[in-house]
């Protein structure tokens, strides 16, 4: 039976394209977006609405729950 020269073992393929796994940082981004939308809106209620920017009003809403929709729509493309 013959053997082969080399000592190294056979690599598993790595998955490419839709099938990749998400990056290492892709987790913490996700949850750390959907917090920070929420701990805007809380603060915002919670001041009275005076912070975040007091200037902007009602709008401080809409800011948190847009920056919190795009940690919802980062769940969409977790593996």
Do not use: C, H
Not at 50 to 70: D, E, M, R, Y
Request: hydrophobic residues 55%; aromatic residues 16%; glycine residues 12%.
């Amino acid at each position: 039976m013959a053997r082969t020269n080399s000592s190294k073992p056979a690599r598993a393929e790595q998955a490419q394209g839709e099938d990749a796994p998400n990056p290492v940082w892709f987790k913490p981004v996700m949850f750390g977006f959907m917090l920070l939308g929420l701990a805007w809106i809380i603060v915002f209620y919670v001041s009275g609405g005076t912070l975040p920017i007091a200037a902007l009003g009602s709008w401080n809403i809409l800011i948190g729950f847009g920056i919190a929709f795009v940690g919802f729509l980062m769940t969409t493309r977790w593996r």
